[in-house]
Every structure is written in structure tokens, then in C-alpha cells.
């Protein structure tokens, strides 16, 4: 369990992170997907990568101490990442990506597969204009009729 200070530490470096933008947010929008998380990060963090990016995590679990441990330059931030704070505290207004992991797929009606990322996909699209940025999204979709939605969509 993390400390007061621990926290105190985390905040500060949550707000340099958000401060300094470029950062990578990455998204786990259903529970379990530590490895996923795990494998991202450590595939953000291989040396040969031209540009090292900050990166900051947003689940609605808390992130386990190991991993934590493993990666203490990477912010975990607990909440719900279609809610307009949750975005902004983690940045989002200056985040140059955002990785979106979905998880595996809570319904099998085929409209509905992909909401929560084509909903927050949709939110961040609100506000970029707003923010000033453009930013890069990767997506993870389990339906084909999603990818077809989203590129017929503008805000």
C-alpha cells in the first residue's frame, strides 16, 4: 500500500508528466489486463526507441505493487477514463497518444462490442479542438463494423 508520501511523490510526478505533455496515456477499460499493461510499457521502455515518452496509466483497478515497483517512472491512476476529470487529471490535454485497451468483449451483440472505446475515442475527439492537440490514438476493437463506424463519424 502506498504511503502518504509515496502519494505525495506520485502526485508531483503526475503533474510534472502533465505539465511537460508528450506523454503516452494508456487506457485499460476492463479489469485483468496487467500483462497487456505490463508488455505495453515495457515495449515503450526498449532502449533502442528514438524518444523516450513518459507514460501514464489509467484502470479502474489499482495497480499491483510489483508492477509498480517494476516501472516507479510510470503514473497508475485510478478511475474511469470516459469521465472528462479522470482525462484531465491524467492529461489528456497534453498527451500525444493514447493506447486504449479494451479488454475482452462484455456482450456479444455486434453494435455494441467496442462502446467504451468508441465512446472515450469519441470524447477525446471532443476536445481536441479545445486542447489544442492532435492526438494519436491507438484502439483495441473487437468488431470490424467499429472500425467502419469510426471512420464515417465527425464530431
Request: proline share 5%.
Amino acid at each position: 500500500e502506498m504511503t502518504d508520501e509515496d502519494a505525495k511523490e506520485h502526485q508531483m510526478m503526475l503533474q510534472d508528466i502533465v505539465d511537460a505533455g508528450g506523454h503516452v496515456l494508456l487506457v485499460g477499460q476492463s479489469k485483468g489486463l496487467w500483462q497487456q499493461i505490463f508488455s505495453i510499457i515495457k515495449t515503450l521502455r526498449k532502449p533502442w526507441l528514438n524518444k523516450h515518452r513518459n507514460i501514464v496509466c489509467i484502470t479502474s483497478e489499482k495497480a499491483p505493487l510489483k508492477l509498480r515497483s517494476i516501472f516507479p517512472e510510470v503514473c497508475f491512476i485510478n478511475g474511469v477514463a470516459q469521465k472528462l476529470p479522470t482525462l484531465l487529471h491524467a492529461g489528456a490535454n497534453t498527451a500525444h497518444d493514447i493506447i486504449v485497451l479494451s479488454g475482452p468483449p462484455t456482450t456479444h451483440e455486434t453494435l455494441l462490442l467496442d462502446r467504451r472505446a468508441i465512446l472515450l475515442s469519441a470524447i477525446i475527439d471532443s476536445q481536441t479542438k479545445k486542447w489544442g492537440i492532435e492526438m494519436r490514438k491507438v484502439l483495441e476493437l473487437h468488431s470490424p463494423s467499429s472500425c467502419n463506424q469510426l471512420m464515417n463519424y465527425s464530431v
